[in-house]
C-alpha cells in the first residue's frame, strides 16, 4: 500500500520536472524559418508602428527580412481597439471596461495570390474604473492596450510562421539564403 502513492508522488514529480525545464514534443515550437526570406508590408498607416515588433518576432524564428521580390509576403491589413463597459454602478459610471484589440493580416505567396488570410488575431482585457482617480484609471486603460497588443504581436508572429512553414513544407517558392 505504501509503495502506490510514493510511485504516483514520483511520477507527478518528474512530470513538474520536465514541465519546469523547458521540455517540449519535437516539432511544438513551430517551424524554423531559419534562412527564409519575407517582406512586411503595412497596408494603412495605422498599422506601420507595429512592424518592428512582428520583424523582431521574426527575426527571433530565423527569417531574413527583404524589402520585396519574389519572396512570401506578410500584409498587416488594419487594427481595431474597442473598449464596453462591464460593470455600471448604482449612479451608472462604468466600474469595468474591457477591451478588445484585434489585427488584421493576410500572408501572401511570392506570386502575389493569398495563401492564408485574411484572418485576425484578437485579445482581450479588463481594467477597472475610478471615478474619484482618471488619472490612474487612463493609466491602467493604457497599461492593459499595452499588454494586450505585445500579446497580439506575439500570436501574430506564431500564425505567420506557421503559415510560412507551410508554404515552404507546400514547396511554394520560399527561397532561402
Wanted: charged share 20%; glycine share 10%.
Amino acid at each position: 500500500m505504501t509503495t502506490r502513492p510514493l510511485s504516483l508522488w514520483l511520477l507527478a514529480l518528474s512530470v513538474l520536472l520536465l514541465a519546469g525545464c523547458g521540455w517540449h514534443l519535437r516539432g511544438s515550437g513551430g517551424p524554423s524559418l531559419e534562412g527564409v526570406e519575407v517582406a512586411l508590408e503595412a497596408q494603412s498607416g495605422s498599422v506601420a508602428p507595429l512592424l518592428p515588433a512582428l520583424e523582431a518576432q521574426l527575426e527571433r524564428a530565423g527569417a531574413v527580412l527583404v524589402d520585396g521580390g519574389q519572396v512570401p509576403t506578410v500584409v498587416l491589413l488594419d487594427q481595431t481597439q474597442t473598449r464596453r463597459a462591464l460593470t455600471i454602478a448604482p449612479g451608472g459610471d462604468a466600474r469595468e471596461h474591457e477591451v478588445i484589440y484585434q489585427v488584421r493580416f493576410q500572408v501572401l505567396t511570392p506570386e502575389g495570390e493569398i495563401s492564408r488570410g485574411p484572418e485576425v488575431v484578437q485579445e482581450r482585457g479588463v481594467y477597472s474604473a475610478d471615478e474619484e482617480d482618471v488619472l490612474g484609471t487612463e493609466s491602467r486603460a493604457e497599461d492593459v492596450t499595452e499588454a494586450l497588443r505585445r500579446n497580439v504581436m506575439m500570436l501574430l508572429a506564431a500564425r505567420v510562421q506557421a503559415a510560412l512553414g507551410q508554404q515552404l513544407e507546400e514547396g511554394d517558392g520560399a527561397t532561402a539564403r
